[in-house]
C-alpha cells in the first residue's frame, strides 16, 4: 500500500511540475509579445510625421474649407499615388 501511495505521489508531483512549467512558457511567450509591441511602438513614434500622417503640403498643412454647419471639405488627399507627392 505505501508503494501505491507513493507512486501516485510522484505522478501526483509531476503534474504539478508540468503545470509550473507550461506556466512559465505561457509567461514567456506573452512577455516577449508585449516587448515586442512596446518595441513597435517606440519605432513608428520616431518616424517624422510625414510618413505616418499621410499626404500634406510642403508646409505640413492641408487645405481644408468649412462648407456650411460642422462640415468641412480637404483637398489633396485624392492624389496620394501621384508621383510628385
Known sequence: MAVLAAVAG???AAVAALFAAATVVVAAVVGTALLGLAALAGRLRRQP?????????????IEARKVGGHEWVAYGWSDRDSPER
Open 10 to 12: 510522484l505522478l501526483l
Open 49 to 61: 510625421a510625414s510618413v505616418t500622417r499621410g499626404p500634406m503640403g510642403e508646409d505640413g498643412v
